[in-house]
């Protein structure tokens, strides 16, 4: 048993990524309880399956990447299945997108996988919102609080776009060569004006004791 433990947080992982399919189709096509109970059970997985890897420590740096791409797998899927009865959401979609987006060039740019608090906020906000928004479909008392978390959750994800966008183009520019060829390119430059003036030195120097010829090369 304790060789296939290392496997079982990575499975329950892998049931969120291949679930969502699902939960789209099923939204789409208008049955949102079948939609809250599979959420609810992609939820549980998501609970224990960080637990589970920490308990047996088999933490991995690979369960961890799969673990976020889940969750964004994840909360896009909730979120494109609802639009239909809440069309704001759209709008809540747009922006998560752009934001994987922009984990995804980073990754690619770094290789490490790194969470800003305002994204961990963001995702909490996120995924309450959903929750608001599956609920009001049912009890329509609660629409003005789905509402509120819905214009909450789209203003985080704005912050979010700036802060990833400004953290990561710090980091990546700071691991850009090109400041290192800049700098060649400056020290040749000086090297090259130095010798330039180091020339016109002995120029003047020869004119003044009448040693250059103008007839003459030097």
């Given amino acids: ?39 609810i059970i992609c939820s549980i997985t ?12 088999v933490v991995s740096t690979y ?6 791409l889940s969750d964004k797998v994840f909360a896009i899927g909730l979120t494109a299945c609802l639009i239909g009865k809440i069309h704001l959401l759209i709008i809540v979609l747009i922006l998560e997108i752009l934001i994987g987006l922009l984990n995804l060039y980073y990754f690619y740019k770094s290789k490490t996988i790194e969470s800003l ?8 906000f996120l995924f309450t919102t959903i929750i608001c928004c599956m609920l009001s479909i049912f009890y329509t008392d609660i629409k003005f609080l789905s ?3 819905l214009y909450s959750t789209i203003n985080l994800q704005l912050l979010c776009l700036i802060f990833y966008y400004l953290r990561y183009y710090k980091i990546i520019d700071k691991s850009s060569p ?8 400056n020290v040749s430059l ?9 020339v016109s030195n002995l120029i003047e120097l020869a004119e003044k004791y009448n040693l250059y010829d103008n007839d003459s090369k030097l």
């Fill in 147 to 149: 509402y509120g978390f």
């Fill in 117 to 124: 608090m305002i994204g961990k906020i963001k995702t909490t």
């Fill in 190 to 198: 000086i090297e090259e004006t130095d010798k330039t003036i180091e």
């Fill in 1 to 39: 048993m304790n060789k296939y433990k290392k496997y079982i947080p990575n499975l329950l992982t892998l049931f969120r990524i291949i679930s969502t399919p699902f939960i789209i189709i099923l939204g789409l096509m208008g049955y949102i309880k079948a939609v809250i109970v599979i959420s």
């Fill in 46 to 57: 998501d609970l224990f399956d960080g637990k589970l890897a920490r308990k047996w420590n």
């Fill in 178 to 185: 090109v400041k290192e060829t800049n700098k060649k390119e």
């Fill in 63 to 68: 369960g961890a990447k799969l673990d976020a």
